[in-house]
């Protein structure tokens, strides 16, 4: 890794790509961090010191910074939980970059229905976490544009104005069965017809040169898109145990999470703690678990390796029954 006196930063040219960085005192590492952008990351942590009082206190300590490039995520991850488990340095367990990360609530019975959260502590059903509350904030007012699902306000009286209006066929007054099958499922298992038939809708527009109000709606179906591959995600993550082998490397994964490597002879055990999750967490984990979870599921997949998506897609299928078999 490449040293850096902290006092001299402003003076290096730090790259701009992918890798991992340390921040040490005079004897230990005190934080490790992976990244996309070494030199934003980096610099981006001494800006906002001030603001936070676990990273003012750790800058304050800090004497000597250094990297390494490592040409993906995955590689650099499996660097910094090697280190991490070698030096167990204090501030990577005081700094929570995914204290914003949210959860999409879902109510199956009451108004509102579909709701932004911080956590999982109520009786709603969890999805997630999100490190983006807008997207959730945009994909729910996409859901009721297109499918009139439930966009209700946070308090009565329901029905509500977009009942009035008729933006929405009055969720809150039908059978409950009715509401949980045509308006609360398709939120939860993606359904392909449903998103067929906006695509159909999209090509009409662009076929009678309505281009503005094709790309418009494009861009909405494309929000679509990206929530459902969220959603196999989350439906796969937890139930991904595997065994893979790269470059003379055999790397262990236990519940979406990495476990082990066995490098040369030598295994690193990389301890995977074990959640008891509630019936109504099926789809959702901690947020300290965001990063990691999805960096391998992505480098899997990237992967392209037809045993290895076989393997994912058969998790998903198991898990998509047991959740379905779960709600209905």
């Given at each position: 890794?490449?040293?850096?006196?902290?006092?001299?930063?402003?003076?290096?040219?730090?790259?701009?790509?992918?890798?991992?960085?340390?921040?040490?005192?005079?004897?230990?590492?005190?934080?490790?961090?992976?990244?996309?952008?070494?030199?934003?990351?980096?610099?981006?942590?001494?800006?906002?010191?001030?603001?936070?009082?676990?990273?003012?206190?750790?800058?304050?300590?800090?004497?000597?910074?250094?990297?390494?490039?490592?040409d993906?995520?995955?590689?650099?991850?499996?660097?910094?939980?090697?280190?991490?488990?070698?030096?167990?340095?204090e501030?990577?367990?005081?700094?929570?970059?995914?204290d914003?990360y949210?959860?999409?609530?879902?109510?199956?019975?009451?108004?509102?229905?579909?709701?932004?959260?911080?956590?999982t502590?109520?009786?709603?059903?969890?999805?997630?976490?999100?490190?983006?509350?807008?997207?959730?904030?945009?994909?729910?007012?996409?859901?009721?544009?297109?499918?009139?699902?439930?966009?209700?306000?946070?308090?009565?009286?329901?029905?509500c104005?977009?009942?009035?209006?008729?933006?929405?066929?009055?969720?809150?007054?039908?059978?409950?069965y009715?509401?949980?099958?045509?308006?609360?499922?398709?939120?939860?298992?993606?359904?392909?017809?449903?998103?067929?038939?906006?695509?159909?809708?999209?090509?009409?527009?662009?076929n009678?040169?309505?281009?503005?109000?094709?790309?418009?709606?494009?861009?909405?179906?494309?929000?679509?898109?990206?929530?459902?591959?969220?959603?196999?995600?989350?439906?796969?993550?937890?139930?991904?145990?595997?065994?893979?082998?790269?470059?003379?490397?055999?790397?262990?994964?236990?519940?979406?999470?990495?476990?082990?490597?066995?490098?040369?002879?030598?295994?690193?055990?990389?301890?995977?703690?074990?959640?008891?999750?509630?019936?109504?967490?099926?789809?959702?984990f901690?947020?300290?678990?965001?990063?990691?979870?999805?960096?391998?599921?992505?480098?899997?997949?990237?992967?392209?390796?037809?045993?290895?998506?076989?393997?994912i897609?058969?998790?998903?299928?198991?898990?998509?029954?047991?959740?379905?078999?779960?709600l209905?």
């Amino acid at each position: 890794m490449i040293k850096i006196d902290k006092t001299k930063i402003n003076e290096q040219k730090i790259p701009s790509g992918i890798g991992i960085f340390t921040l040490s005192d005079e004897n230990d590492i005190l934080y490790i961090s992976k990244t996309m952008s070494l030199d934003k990351s980096i610099r981006q942590l001494l800006k906002i010191a001030k603001d936070d009082k676990n990273i003012f206190q750790l800058i304050s300590q800090t004497k000597t910074i250094s990297y390494e490039e490592h040409d993906s995520l995955f590689s650099a991850l499996v660097h910094q939980k090697k280190l991490q488990s070698k030096h167990l340095p204090e501030f990577s367990f005081l700094i929570k970059p995914y204290d914003q990360y949210v959860y999409l609530g879902i109510d199956f019975d009451n108004p509102q229905y579909f709701k932004v959260v911080e956590d999982t502590q109520q009786k709603r059903f969890y999805i997630g976490p999100f490190k983006d509350r807008f997207f959730l904030f945009e994909l729910l007012d996409i859901m009721a544009e297109l499918f009139q699902s439930p966009l209700c306000p946070n308090e009565a009286p329901y029905p509500c104005e977009r009942y009035k209006n008729e933006k929405c066929p009055g969720w809150c007054i039908k059978e409950r069965y009715d509401t949980f099958q045509k308006a609360i499922l398709p939120v939860i298992i993606p359904d392909k017809e449903l998103l067929s038939s906006k695509q159909d809708e999209y090509n009409k527009l662009y076929n009678d040169l309505q281009f503005d109000k094709a790309e418009d709606f494009k861009k909405k179906i494309q929000v679509l898109e990206k929530y459902w591959e969220y959603l196999k995600f989350y439906y796969v993550t937890k139930n991904l145990d595997l065994e893979i082998t790269e470059d003379k490397k055999q790397f262990i994964f236990k519940s979406g999470k990495l476990s082990k490597i066995i490098e040369n002879g030598k295994t690193t055990e990389l301890p995977v703690t074990t959640i008891e999750y509630r019936d109504n967490e099926l789809l959702a984990f901690n947020k300290d678990e965001l990063a990691e979870r999805w960096i391998i599921y992505n480098y899997l997949l990237k992967k392209n390796e037809k045993i290895i998506l076989d393997r994912i897609n058969t998790f998903y299928k198991k898990s998509l029954l047991k959740i379905r078999s779960h709600l209905t």
